[in-house]
């Protein structure tokens, strides 16, 4: 028997890429999975994955923007599961907009779901993870310390969730409760194809920048964050993966846009 058996995991944003591959990790090793999301359809989609494969898995509707659906979704959670072991902060929102053309309200939209999102349900699950000295996994981006020109209020929202995931560590590690980020480099899944990749050209040049040599998987993600939840990694907390194949360490920027327009001519 794993050591995921009997243990329970909640993933935001569990309907569609990252979050659906982690969401079928974490069932696959025994793990009752509730995934959450604002759209029912996908969701079901997840859960039905899950239960071909042999898993658990849950579906609940919830916008994490909203605080009392959120501590409802999580109640939701404890109820079916009996507990809550981790919860995986990865609910986003993001598109390619210049700065200087990005209204307000598109701003605060991207840092209400990934930054507000993130705190609305840490502090809803606090008191069923301090009860199994449980996890938080905040899914962040190797720009919330470098830059990626096009998305300014991802970014700024990432990096709040990364200051998060250092300071709810430093507070809440007297409980047992563990919190630690993941950092993915460019991947391919529907959201990002729709959002972000805006030329099929640019992963040629993306790939050059990326020391390994290839676009990462969800699986790359899904396996990270499986060992950071785990028991293997039991003393490690307030840290971040980064999972890019070492596209960091040359500046690291993904520069979608200003790829882009390179690659267009334009820049
Ligand atoms: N470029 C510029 N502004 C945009 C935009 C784009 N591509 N998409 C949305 N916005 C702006 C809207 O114009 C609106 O601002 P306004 O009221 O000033 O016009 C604001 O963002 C909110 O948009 P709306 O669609 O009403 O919000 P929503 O809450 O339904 O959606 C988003 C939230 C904007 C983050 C939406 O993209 C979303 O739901 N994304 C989820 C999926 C996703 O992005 N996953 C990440 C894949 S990498």
Request: with cysteine.
């Amino acid at each position: 028997m794993s050591g995921w058996s009997g243990k329970s995991v909640l993933v935001t944003g569990g309907g569609s890429g990252l979050g659906r591959a982690m969401a079928q990790r974490f069932a696959a090793e025994g793990a009752a999975v509730v995934v959450l999301g604002r759209r029912e359809e996908p969701l079901l989609e997840s859960v039905a994955l899950i239960e071909r494969a042999g898993g658990r898995g849950f579906a609940v509707t919830c916008d994490v923007r909203d605080p009392e659906q959120v501590q409802a979704a999580i109640a939701f959670t404890a109820d079916r599961a009996g507990r809550l072991d981790v919860l995986v902060n990865n609910a986003a929102g993001n598109f390619i907009c210049p700065s200087e053309q990005l209204s307000p309200n598109g701003f605060k939209s991207v840092v209400d779901i990934v930054l507000n999102g993130g705190f609305n349900c840490s502090r809803f699950a606090f008191e069923h993870l301090r009860r199994v000295r449980g996890v938080i996994l905040n899914i962040v981006a190797t720009y919330a310390w470098l830059a990626e020109p096009g998305v300014v209020h991802s970014a700024a929202a990432k990096a709040g969730l990364l200051a998060m995931t250092r300071t709810l560590a430093a507070e809440w590690g007297q409980f047992g409760i563990r919190v630690n980020a993941v950092a993915p480099g460019p991947i391919h899944t529907e959201g990002t194809d729709k959002n972000l990749w805006v030329a099929p050209e640019l992963e040629q040049a993306m790939v050059r920048g990326i020391p390994l040599g290839r676009i990462g998987q969800p699986s790359d993600v899904a396996e990270a964050a499986l060992w950071l939840c785990g028991e293997q990694a039991a003393w490690v907390s307030g840290t971040c993966l980064t999972v890019d194949g070492g596209q960091w360490l040359s500046g690291g920027v993904y520069n979608f846009r200003t790829a882009y327009e390179r690659f267009a001519g334009k820049g």
